[in-house]
């Protein structure tokens, strides 16, 4: 009768155990971090931030006022690629004479003088619908976008950097961040440029004639009032309540 | 509120607003829930960016709403290129920012799943989907037939105060036709008539607040009855008056939802409104109790009243066939009480009514159809074979006219009987103007690109039909609509442009000559003369309106009397269903002559024992037998009978009356009697409301003014507390329990707890999160029922409607209307909760009060709902929410159990999901589902949220612009809507902010606060007025 009782316990712990190793797999696990599908066009951030130095928010240009980053319309690309055209000047050290970009050839059929389609990227980073995250917020307080992108200007091909787990979110939310992580995060040399000093406390940016510099929304305008929320150790934390992004 | 933005929308076209959606804010992708292992769908950009427009940020326009009559001034907020949201627009002189549940479900209207997708050409019978080149073709022939008779053809366009109707006839004349009908159905021509003869205007601006004593004929200015929401306004305002307020007595057969705002209710038996008009004009003694149905008594004390108290305001609404005298005695009656000039403000007119056709022209114009003088018809937002009696027999008479024209965005009862339909743009989608008081252009403009590419607006349409007709073309050569209004705008296209950010301007639009009326008035016969036992009062929906029936926000939102959805029911006097043994359910016969209507019965006081009562805005049918409509397909058949809400859904009333006017051309409604008699049928009715008694539980309570006056003379402690009145002590700063403990107000932290890190709730953490608590109050003086909060929140939240019949259960399905609701599955997280006081034994003759309690989450200190939850779904946040977390719910409802205020509300279906029959959103009705709020998903539970995604977003924007909030920034959608200002929210923690001043208010007490929730809404007791002697005392302790 016990020995009976004993084994009838056994299905029910395998159950157990299955639905654990499920579940852990389904939740845990369940990032798509490190993800690098292939675009319809290849774009080089490599080129655009880190060679020619343009700013984040040239593109994505309402990342500093809107829950949205934005995503450029085609035309913004073609702004400059209308003289930029398929057809390239030889590369110092890579070419040696006039070629064709296939890429640009392919954005040009994109926008076709402004009647074509849109380009249909692939998105990588994704959170889910019922969190809400304000890019601005974290724009503003000086996050630098490599903070959670990693560094796109090294990427030829961008890839998600960050688990954007609720952990990772709430890790920040609760440690505190500093401006001068996101600078080292965003390659700088040193991490005291000063350029994304976050509200309250604005400073002349010491570095901002290196090309990096220009990798940073500018705060400098940002008027003083409001004081940011820090913790003892100076650093910028937020709220982590539910209701802050769950709703 | 936010600010008008300039559209800029510029040009003749609005082709530069061309969006192509962003990023997966697609409504498919926002419905579904998962986990981050979802599928990551695409990235598209614009093609070419649009200049005023930033991603994720919504832009706001001022424009009209066209839902009635009344052209309120409304602002769409628009977001990624649609238009999620309609508010009203604070500096229109009607509405002043607020909107009634009508005017927000315009966007029902605009995304309806049944609306036209382009024009089409009926061939050998059949309705066959045309090019606008073929279909323009097809009507321009027809009007090249109907040249001859030119002179006969008929245009019945809905009636709309501003520049189109000019430009109709202008358009009709370059014809040789005559000018429009301009036709409003619901209006109440009979008061419009006497109104003008009266007092020169056909709507004067009714002044309550100046009133000492407000007497209504039937006139049910709450609901519908004129520009109910500058109405309702200037209303709440004299309620809201603790010393002096006006008393409110409403007189007629029903008492409607503006009825039971009253404070003393005169049933007198219909048609004996003229005689007690007459009396109360000072003619001769009270008449008898068997010629009115009311002691004389109370008759004559309402007229030593009405002698006394100056200025009063005495309004008639009655819709019976005598309703013109009634209406002409009552304006008498003003001028000889003084009223005129101060409480009936005819020198600031109310415009829109003007150049309405009367109802008699309508008649007159059907008879000229069956006689087959009309050679051509069209018909534009009208829907007459619908609006007008069967017994007129329209159907018949409309098939005697060669060629029709439907303009109609919808498929509905006349436009199935045309032979071509050219369906016409939504007005959130067009241009137009509107006059709505003397002095101010609202100006209407397009809030988006058309949802259905290939629909044209009508002015459009009539251009391009005008240019196939040599001798047309050259009397109207203007280049499109737009053009031709910003010609005729003060300043022209650059004074328009100019308006639009506020979407008003000065000016005056030069109005249409309207001809003068010829058709002599076709009288229906005298009430006396018919038989039955019943007088039957029909009356409209206050919530359908006459063309709401297509909207499930509308249909769902329970009436404001009887709290019954989806469907008809049938009032009557619960001594009549106790003589006839008829139950709350049982299906009903009612028979006038040969026509006959069948609906279940609902026992309701405000009715008097010789009286049964329907509303109107039900029973669309379609001509054309039509499969049962399946929500999982994409091949249904074109949903004639008004789509596939309305089709089949309750009885028409009109059914039931005989054809023609009244004295002064009105189309009466209440002018027949009927027979009763029970079927045997009985059904559930999909009512939300609980019990209409609140049995001790001092959920509704109410002062009289007298008391509360008194205690206001004599101050002290105990008269500032009236008998019921909360103690205060759990009030100052409404501050949370959590926070209060965490902050050490409900004494020192014990032993073990001294030093631990109290995180969030730590008012001195740097965020400063548990500074504030957010609270709303709800002043239940000002609230009349009226429900725009309900709609209001439906449309900010993303809240499922569940009473569709094909949204029942999939095992054992009964596609029973409401079917949901009457299993209590409705989601509303606001809900208006309607309470009867007095007249206990329901016995007709005995005084009652009613008393509406808007009911949401209470977001309570010490929540119930809180510790039951095993998985921390739901809890305390450290700014006073009670917040619900839809991503960690799994649905136990255990919360639900324990909320004594039963608000909370759970997804049994998968309502938000595409794939499912129940799915509430069907394209493209899921364009107006708001980003900012989660769709829920299966399983879920939910509740009011005190519209989160509002506070972050203004938070958001104070920290961007590195500021604090500013009290009274922002409101929740309840609020901005309320009608009558009773829905005050703020951070009551900051005494700065209205909503702290209000807790403190003498009148404020919590619903159930001995059950120590320390809730965060604060209600303002109802004050009442009753008369010294007529009425009885209402209850001095509401407890």
Redesign the interface.
Request: proline residues 9%.
């Given at each position: 009768m016990t020995k009976r009782r004993k084994w009838t316990a056994i299905p029910g712990l395998i159950a157990l155990a299955t639905a654990a190793i499920l579940l852990s797999a389904?939740?845990g696990a369940?990032?798509?971090q490190g993800?690098q599908?292939q675009q319809p066009i290849n774009f080089p951030h490599t080129v655009h931030v880190q060679r020619l130095g343009m700013n984040c928010l040239y593109c994505h240009y309402?990342a500093n006022?809107?829950?949205?980053p934005?995503?450029?319309?085609?035309?913004?690309c073609m702004g400059c690629h209308l003289i930029i055209g398929p057809t390239l000047n030889p590369a110092p050290g890579v070419r040696t004479a006039p070629y064709k970009s296939p890429e640009l050839e392919k954005l040009v059929n994109y926008?076709k003088g402004?009647a074509?389609?849109?380009?249909?990227?692939?998105?990588?980073h994704?959170?889910?619908?019922?969190v809400?995250f304000?890019h601005?917020?974290h724009v503003?307080a000086g996050v630098t976008c490599q903070t959670c992108h990693g560094k796109i200007q090294e990427m030829p091909q961008v890839y998600q950097y960050s688990s954007?787990?609720m952990g990772w979110c709430v890790s920040c939310h609760v440690n505190g961040y500093s401006p001068q992580e996101g600078e080292v995060a965003a390659g700088y040399a040193r991490g005291d440029s000063g350029v994304v000093t976050p509200?309250?406390a604005p400073q002349q940016p010491a570095a901002a004639t290196s090309a990096n510099a220009q990798l940073q929304p500018s705060s400098s305008t940002?008027?003083?009032?409001?004081q940011p929320?820090?913790?003892a150790a100076g650093r910028s934390?937020?709220?982590?309540?539910?209701?802050?992004c769950?709703? | 509120m936010p600010d008008a933005d300039n559209s800029k929308t510029g040009g003749p076209t609005v082709r530069r607003r061309e969006f192509?959606k962003?990023?997966?804010a697609s409504g498919a992708?926002?419905a579904?829930?998962?986990?981050?292992?979802?599928k990551?769908?695409?990235?598209?950009?614009?093609?070419?960016?649009p200049d005023e427009t930033?991603?994720?940020?919504s832009t706001y326009y001022a424009t009209t709403c066209r839902e009635c009559s009344a052209a309120c001034g409304a602002i769409a907020e628009t977001r990624d290129g649609r238009a999620i949201k309609l508010e009203g627009n604070p500096e229109h002189p009607l509405n002043r920012g607020a909107l009634c549940a009508r005017g927000q479900a315009a966007l029902q209207g605009l995304y309806n799943p049944d609306r036209f997708r382009g024009p089409m050409i009926k061939q050998n019978g059949t309705w066959k989907t045309a090019l606008w080149e073929d279909a323009i073709n097809v009507a321009a022939e027809g009007i090249t037939r109907a040249r001859a008779a030119a002179a006969n053809a008929v245009f019945i366009n809905q009636h709309e105060s501003g520049s189109f109707p000019v430009f109709l006839d202008q358009w009709l004349a370059a014809y040789g036709m005559r000018p429009h009908l301009s036709v409003d159905l619901d209006a109440d021509h009979a008061a419009i008539e006497a109104n003008r003869r009266a007092y020169g205007v056909a709507w004067p601006r009714l002044n309550f607040a100046d009133a000492k004593l407000i007497v209504s004929f039937g006139a049910d200015f709450l609901d519908g009855w004129g520009a109910s929401v500058a109405q309702q306004l200037d209303f709440a305002d004299a309620r809201a008056k603790l010393e002096n307020g006006p008393r409110f007595v409403y007189i007629g057969p029903r008492r409607s939802l503006t009825g039971l705002n009253a404070d003393q209710w005169i049933p007198c038996a219909p048609g004996a409104e003229l005689a007690i008009a007459n009396f109360l004009s000072g003619r001769g003694a009270a008449p008898a109790r068997d010629q009115t149905g009311v002691d004389p008594a109370v008759l004559d004390q309402l007229r030593t009243e009405l002698t006394t108290a100056k200025p009063s305001l005495v309004l008639s609404g009655v819709t019976t066939d005598n309703a013109g005298e009634v209406a002409a005695a009552v304006a008498a009656l003003n001028q000889s009480l003084g009223n005129v000039g101060t409480t009936i403000r005819n020198a600031e007119p109310i415009t829109a009514f003007d150049g309405m056709s009367s109802p008699a022209e309508l008649f007159d114009t059907v008879e000229r159809m069956r006689a087959g003088q009309v050679p051509i018809v069209f018909v534009r937002g009208v829907n007459p074979a619908y609006a007008l009696p069967k017994s007129l027999n329209f159907a018949e008479a409309f098939a005697k006219v060669p060629f029709k024209v439907s303009f109609s965005s919808y498929p509905d009862e006349t436009t199935e009987l045309c032979d071509v339909i050219l369906p016409d743009l939504h007005a959130l989608e067009s241009w137009g103007d509107a006059q709505p008081v003397r002095g101010t252009i609202a100006l209407q403009q397009p809030t988006m690109d058309p949802v259905f590419a290939n629909v044209r607006a009508s002015a459009d349409v009539l251009i391009a039909l005008a240019k196939k007709d040599p001798a047309a073309a050259g009397r109207l050569t203007m280049k499109d609509y737009r053009t031709w209004l910003s010609g005729r705008f003060p300043g022209g296209d650059r004074g328009l442009t100019a308006a639009l950010p506020h979407g008003l301007s000065a000016g005056t639009i030069a109005p249409r000559t309207a001809p003068t009326p010829t058709a002599a008035p076709r009288r229906v016969p005298a009430l006396t003369s018919t038989s039955g036992d019943y007088t039957l009062v029909v009356y409209p929906s206050p919530t359908l309106g006459g063309n709401g029936a297509n909207k499930p926000w509308l249909l769902e939102l329970p009436d404001p009397v009887t709290k019954v959805t989806w469907g008809s029911w049938v009032e009557i006097h619960p001594e009549t269903a106790t003589r006839l043994g008829i139950d709350r359910g049982d299906i009903v016969e009612l028979r006038a002559g040969n026509a006959t209507v069948r609906a279940p019965a609902v026992p309701y006081l405000g009715v008097r024992p010789d009286v049964v009562a329907i509303a109107t805005g039900y029973g669309h049918r379609a001509a054309a037998t039509l499969p049962k409509f399946d929500a999982k397909s994409t091949t249904n058949p074109i949903q004639w009978g008004y789509g596939r809400y309305a089709r089949n859904l309750g009885v028409n009333a009109l059914d039931l009356l005989p054809p023609g006017t009244g004295s002064t051309g009105e189309f009466p409604l209440t002018v027949t009697k009927v027979s009763l008699t029970r079927v045997g049928d009985h059904i559930t009715i999909p009512s939300t409301e609980g019990s209409a008694r609140q049995h001790g539980r001092g959920i509704a309570q109410a002062i009289n003014a007298d008391d509360l006056a008194r205690g206001l003379r004599e101050g002290g402690e105990h008269e500032t507390r009236p008998v019921g009145d909360a103690s205060h002590e759990y009030l100052p700063g409404l501050r949370s329990p959590v926070a209060a403990d965490a902050q050490g107000v409900l004494g020192a932290p014990s032993e073990p707890d001294q030093g631990k890190n109290k995180g969030?709730y730590d008012p001195n953490?740097?965020?400063?999160?548990a500074s504030r608590r957010w609270a709303m109050a709800i002043d239940l003086s000002r609230c009349t029922g009226c429900s725009a909060c309900v709609t209001a929140c439906y449309a900010e939240n993303n809240i499922p409607t569940v009473g569709a019949p094909w949204q029942n259960a999939t095992l054992f399905a009964t596609e029973t209307p409401g079917f949901n609701i009457t299993r209590g599955r409705e989601m509303s997280w606001l809900r208006i909760e309607r309470y009867f006081e007095g007249a206990d034994e329901g016995r007709f003759g005995e005084e009652f009060e009613t008393r509406f309690v808007p009911m949401l989450c209470q977001h309570c200190g010490n929540a119930p709902c809180e510790p039951v939850c095993p998985v921390y779904a739901t809890?305390h946040?450290?700014?006073g929410?009670n917040?619900q977390?839809?991503?960690?719910c799994v649905g136990t409802r255990y919360c639900s159990n324990n909320c004594p205020y039963k608000v909370r509300y759970f997804n049994w279906f998968g309502y938000g999901e595409p794939d499912r029959k129940q799915y509430a959103f069907p394209e493209p009705l899921n364009w107006q589902l708001n980003p900012?709020?989660?769709?829920r998903g299966k399983g879920v539970m939910e509740k009011c949220?005190f519209c989160?995604?509002r506070i972050?977003e203004a938070e958001?924007r104070?920290?961007?612009e590195?500021?604090?909030l500013a009290p009274d920034e922002f409101t929740t959608a309840c609020g901005a809507a309320c009608p009558s200002r009773a829905i005050i929210f703020g951070d009551a923690a900051d005494p700065q902010w209205t909503v702290a001043k209000l807790a403190q208010d003498r009148r404020a007490y919590h619903v159930f606060e001995e059950l120590n929730t320390y809730t965060a809404v604060v209600y303002l007791k109802k004050v009442n007025h009753p008369t010294s002697a007529a009425a009885p005392a209402a209850p001095a302790t509401p407890r």
């Open positions: 389904y939740s369940s990032s798509s993800s599908p309402t006022k809107s829950p949205d934005g995503l450029p319309a085609v035309s913004t926008y402004g074509g389609k849109p380009v249909p990227w692939v998105r990588i994704k959170v889910p619908e019922y809400h304000p601005m917020r503003n954007l787990n509200a309250g940002i008027a003083v009032g409001r929320a820090k913790n934390i937020a709220r982590y309540d539910c209701a802050n769950h709703y | 192509l962003v990023v997966g992708a926002a579904t829930v998962g986990c981050t292992s979802e990551v769908g695409k990235l598209i950009p614009y093609l070419v960016s930033v991603p994720g940020v969030l953490h740097p965020t400063r999160m809890y946040a450290p700014d929410l917040v977390v839809y991503n960690r900012d709020v989660t769709v949220t989160v995604q972050r958001n104070a920290a961007l590195h500021r604090e």
